[in-house]
């Protein structure tokens, strides 16, 4: 996530809405069967600063079962 300034922010009030709302589309637009543990594990999130921008990006990578 990109932002403007360099205030401190918590993750925890960025992670908990990105995740949930993530796992519900894959699983809406049929990419997941469901958003349990053993189909989807978010990551985390990362902050950065861009002057005058604000910016999220979602970086998805899909591993095979074999």
């Given at each position: 996530?990109?932002?403007?300034?360099?205030?401190?922010?918590?993750?925890?009030?960025?992670?908990?809405?990105?995740?949930?709302?993530?796992?519900?589309?894959?699983?809406?637009?049929?990419?997941?069967?469901?958003?349990?543990?053993d189909q989807f594990r978010?990551?985390?999130?990362?902050?950065?600063?861009?002057?005058?921008?604000?910016?999220?990006?979602?970086?998805?990578?899909?591993?095979?079962?074999?």
């Amino acid at each position: 996530m990109t932002f403007p300034t360099r205030r401190r922010r918590d993750e925890g009030n960025f992670r908990t809405p990105l995740e949930k709302a993530l796992g519900d589309a894959l699983v809406a637009g049929r990419f997941l069967a469901d958003d349990t543990p053993d189909q989807f594990r978010f990551g985390g999130v990362l902050f950065a600063v861009s002057p005058g921008e604000t910016r999220t990006e979602v970086l998805l990578t899909w591993e095979t079962k074999q």
